[in-house]
């Protein structure tokens, strides 16, 4: 397996999707955030792709996605992404799951299984979800999926070293995952303690925030600015958010120098 030094590396995320489990606009949903027409009040189930590059005679590129939702299709299509190298499970919520079937297509054009990262608990439930793909049947076009598991250390996957971060989603451990100086954490209200050293000297931190109210298993708006105030990262995006939030062009003009609001396509890159 080829490995490249972190020394050496350039990471780049793109938010594939940055809303809740209904997504904004919500079905049915009459209010003004769900009816606007700004571009970045369109948000789908929220996923990202770390590409990482590494020297340039080597010629790699790995990319490694983040969940694979409902919208997991729809979002490899309009970034066009091209290759996918490894998936990373946060947890096994229908919203960061659903999509993993479509995987079959980097198979197909990949000629080889996809490498999955997740938890024990994570894995059973997507052998139950996805049981076809892991019957042992040879039948043509299911999705070829190897299994690895998370572990409580630095891990390699697709050649990267990733750092898994312990966080809570109400009483469900969730992981986050940094890749050099970028973090990325979603669907928590709760970093472990033993998480907050490990995101120290960040360059960019991407975190949940639901809405402005509190909320029993995620970061409202106020906690999340309280993490990132505490973390103190050069950067710093917010993700997993709802119609309750407010429009886009409102809420940015309540955050503080260096925070943003994610959009649904944002490249977020870092040298």
């Given amino acids: 397996m080829w490995y490249i030094p972190l020394t050496l590396m350039a990471v780049a995320l793109t938010l594939l999707g940055t809303g809740t489990s209904q997504g904004v606009p919500v079905i049915a949903c009459q209010c003004g ?12 189930r929220t996923s990202a792709i770390f590409e990482v590059s ?4 080597l010629g790699l590129s790995p990319r490694l996605v983040v969940d694979t939702g409902p919208d997991f299709r729809q979002q490899m299509l309009s970034n066009q992404v091209q ?6 499970f946060t947890h096994e919520h229908k919203d960061h799951v659903a999509g993993l079937d479509d995987v079959r297509a980097y198979n ?7 490498e999955v990262f997740a938890s024990p608990r994570v894995q059973e439930a997507l052998q139950r979800e996805f049981h076809y793909a892991f019957s042992g049947s040879a039948y043509p076009g299911i999705p070829r999926i190897n299994l690895n598991d998370i572990p409580t250390q630095s891990f390699v996957a697709a050649g990267v070293e990733v750092t898994p971060l312990a966080v809570r989603h109400h ?4 992981w ?35 809405r402005r109210e509190t909320h029993i298993s995620h970061f409202n708006l106020d906690e999340a600015l309280d993490v990132i105030d505490r973390v103190k990262p050069n950067r710093a995006f917010l ?29 977020i890159m870092s040298p």
């Fill in 33 to 44: 955030v769900c009816l606007s027409t700004d571009i970045r009040d369109k948000r789908l």
């Fill in 54 to 57: 590494g020297p340039k005679y």
């Fill in 83 to 88: 290759q996918l190298d490894a998936v990373l």
């Fill in 108 to 114: 197909f054009h990949q000629q080889c299984d996809m």
């Fill in 171 to 174: 009483k469900l451990p969730v």
């Fill in 176 to 210: 986050g995952f940094r890749i050099e100086d970028v973090a990325y954490i979603t669907d928590a209200n709760l970093i472990e303690p033993a998480t907050w050293s490990l995101l120290e000297d960040l360059d960019v931190l991407v975190l949940n925030a639901l």
């Fill in 239 to 267: 993700t997993h958010i709802s119609h309750l939030m407010g429009s886009h062009a409102e809420v940015e003009g309540l955050l503080p120098p260096g925070v943003e609001l994610g959009v649904d396509g944002m490249k």
